[in-house]
């Protein structure tokens, strides 16, 4: 049987079951993830800054790894050549691009160093979003905004501000609003004498940032929370309460990252609490395992839970996506590729479920057919919805789509 056939009969499938295949497709084709830039080389950027720190780690030694601005680049064309869609490329400080090979401090990033990544952004037509960069440098080994030394915490509170005219200067060019997201890794390995003091300068240091006025239009900043790193086991001052409230209390939009909580709690629970209270969340969307190891996203429970949540609570222009994740393991490429598909096959699953119906039987307490009915799903012809879904986006369904990540592993990757 063809493709074509094959919809067909899913399509009446889930019609039976009362869903439309085709607003399915029609929804996932609008909606846009924010593909982070910094799997393509684990996390290094372009500052040859050394060692990767801030309690953050990439493990694995896989070849081909991008090592300048036009390899990354060439990564994520041939990445975003397999995944369908029109995306956003999520940029962060370390990689601004100096052509004299002088390299600008932190504080003295301006839009200029960021040209390159504009330009490979309008000819695709894609959007851009951006991170100021508070690790792996060396005015960072004792803490970035909330650090007690008053000259040192000055230096991270213009590196914000310059990121957020880098981020001005992407939302003007692109014409698509920039998200900033500010996350600072600056905690304790063991038990602290004074929680509170860092929190206070955080609050600070981030009040100055946001006070050097920008166009809230243009910038959404988002706020990260973290409840530990590597050798930051004991504190973290950016807790999940204190970023929640803060971002509550200053009109900018909470972050959650599924890696960034205790291994039993779960953020697909989190999004309706935070619907409650804010007009629009973002996401980091990645796979924890044991710690925040930043695996790539996978077609797993928690994924499907977390897009269902985005999808049935008719969230998907109010829940921002983006991926963050960093193996160094497997093929860099495949590892995007994989993870952005990902989240796109778990919000065509919640886009395949008879919702309403769902909700019917819980609230009438129906909960055998309830429990029935959601197993039942699982068996349903996603699969052919989906090949349908790339097809129409121009976009190999099946595996066959990593014999084109070989061959660019023999002709480039292999030779770098
Ligand atoms: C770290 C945070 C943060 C980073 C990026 C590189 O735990 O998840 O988002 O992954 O800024
Ligand atoms: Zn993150």
């Not at 390899?71 to 100096?98: E, F, R, T, W």
Request: with cysteine; aromatic share 10%; hydrophobic share 40%.
């Amino acid at each position: 049987m063809t493709q074509k056939e094959l919809y067909q009969i899913a399509k009446e499938r889930y019609a039976a079951a009362g869903v439309d295949t085709e607003a399915a497709i029609e929804k996932l084709s609008n909606v846009i993830i924010s593909m982070h830039c910094w799997q393509g080389d684990d996390v290094k950027g372009f500052e040859n800054a050394g060692e990767l720190t801030g309690g953050i780690q990439t493990t694995g030694n896989y070849p081909g790894a991008a090592t300048n601005p036009e390899q990354l680049m060439q990564d994520i064309d041939k990445a975003l050549s397999l995944i369908p869609g029109k995306h956003k490329i999520n940029v962060h400080a370390c990689y601004g691009i100096y052509e004299d090979g002088k390299i600008a401090d932190r504080d003295q990033i301006k839009p200029e160093h960021f040209r390159p990544w504009v330009e490979f952004a309008k000819a695709r037509g894609l959007g851009l979003d951006f991170n100021p960069t508070y690790f792996s440098h060396p005015l960072a080994a004792n803490g970035t905004l909330t650090n007690p030394d008053e000259e040192i915490r000055a230096f991270w509170i213009r590196h914000g501000i310059a990121c957020i005219r880098i981020s001005e200067y992407f939302a003007r060019e692109t014409g698509m609003p920039c998200l900033m997201n500010i996350w600072i890794p600056d905690g304790l390995k063991d038990i602290p004498a004074d929680r509170l003091g860092p929190r206070q300068r955080y609050m600070d240091s981030l009040d100055q940032i946001l006070g050097c006025g920008y166009d809230k239009s243009l910038v959404y900043v988002t706020l990260e929370s973290k409840v530990f790193g590597i050798g930051f086991e004991s504190y973290t001052a950016g807790s999940a309460e204190f970023t929640l409230s803060y971002s509550a209390t200053r009109g900018i939009l909470p972050l959650m990252d599924n890696g960034h909580y205790h291994p039993t709690e779960v953020v697909s629970d989190k999004i309706s609490a935070l619907l409650c209270f804010n007009e629009k969340i973002t996401l980091h969307v990645t796979r924890g395992v044991r710690w925040d190891s930043d695996h790539v996203v996978r077609y797993d429970d928690e994924t499907v839970e977390m897009m269902k949540e985005v999808v049935r609570n008719d969230a998907l222009d109010r829940v921002i996506l983006a991926t963050d994740y960093f193996d160094a393991s497997i093929n860099r490429l495949a590892a995007w590729v994989i993870g952005v598909r990902s989240v796109q096959k778990a919000l065509l699953n919640a886009l395949l479920l008879p919702n309403e119906k769902l909700k019917q039987l819980q609230d009438s307490s129906q909960f055998t057919e309830l429990m029935m009915l959601q197993e039942e799903m699982k068996f349903y012809p996603i699969g052919d919805v989906w090949n349908e879904f790339c097809a129409r986006a121009g976009i190999v369904g099946d595996e066959k789509w990593f014999l084109a990540l070989q061959e660019y592993e023999k002709t480039v990757l292999a030779n770098r």
